[in-house]
T-cell receptor
Framework: AQKVTQAQTEISVVEKEDVTLDCVYE???????LFWYKQPPSGELVFLIR??????QNEISGRYSWNFQKSTSSFNFTITASQVVDSAVYFC?????????????FGRGTQLTVWP | EPEVTQTPSHQVTQMGQEVILRCVPI?????FYWYRQILGQKVEFLVS????????KSEIFDDQFSVERPDGSNFTLKIRSTKLEDSAMYFC????????????FGQGTRLTVV
């Protein structure tokens, strides 16, 4: 079974705080891909990052960083020094590697609100 | 920067009517998808399409739904007889290659069935 769990439904922080969004996944595929997408209030889905199952190196992009740990099946997303513009729903998604065309399995999303 | 374009952005239709949602994927992409998101819920896969045929569909994608790539640029989702529960945001996505690539999503079409 393929499953993504985002246990945090809503998070509120004050600007400049750091915040971590949790993502736990389940898959029996040995090769798979993990993604984070951002959905701002305007509604579109914006791609943030892709991580391959065979690459556990953590990644930092500006204020964003991602911590991938296969041992705990987690792919957490941290925003450092949050800003009001970070307010959005963030989705973690899994694509099993067994299928070439690979549908995405999304978590339920975490609504992040950053207050000024 | 190339992007996936969806039209219309919002459509209101009466129950039982047919609707066609349109998408123009990124031009050199080969894999196409439709997803939907009922308000406040997670994004759900509907169908994937490659080489002019459906490659996978979910249990949501029943006989009321169909997809088509009528020409080299458009990718459409048709709902034959809409129900109230079809009200959702519908996202089109495209991807360039198999393997380690990401899907890029359009801005969505909000469908409201009344």
């Amino acid at each position: 079974a393929q499953k993504v769990t985002q246990a945090q439904t809503e998070i509120s922080v004050v600007e400049k705080e750091d915040v971590t969004l949790d993502c736990v996944y389940e898959t029996r595929d040995t090769t798979y891909y993990l993604f984070w997408y951002k959905q701002p209030p305007s509604g579109e889905l914006v791609f943030l990052i892709r991580r391959n199952s065979f690459d556990e190196q953590n990644e930092i992009s500006g204020r964003y960083s991602w911590n991938f740990q296969k041992s705990t099946s987690s792919f957490n997303f941290t925003i450092t020094a949050s800003q009001v513009v970070d307010s959005a729903v963030y989705f973690c998604a899994l694509r099993p590697g067994g299928s070439t065309l690979g549908r995405l399995y999304f978590g339920r999303g975490t609504q992040l609100t950053v207050w000024p | 920067e190339p992007e996936v374009t969806q039209t219309p952005s919002h459509q209101v239709t009466q129950m039982g009517q047919e609707v066609i949602l349109r998408c123009v994927p990124i031009s050199n992409h080969l894999y196409f998808y439709w997803y939907r998101q009922i308000l406040g819920q997670k994004v759900e896969f509907l169908v994937s399409f490659y080489n002019n045929e459906i490659s996978e569909k979910s249990e949501i994608f029943d006989d009321q739904f169909s997809v088509e790539r009528p020409d080299g640029s458009n990718f459409t989702l048709k709902i034959r007889s809409t129900k109230l529960e079809d009200s959702a945001m519908y996202f089109c996505a495209s991807r360039i290659l198999s393997g380690a690539t990401e899907a890029f999503f359009g801005q969505g079409t909000r469908l409201t069935v009344v």
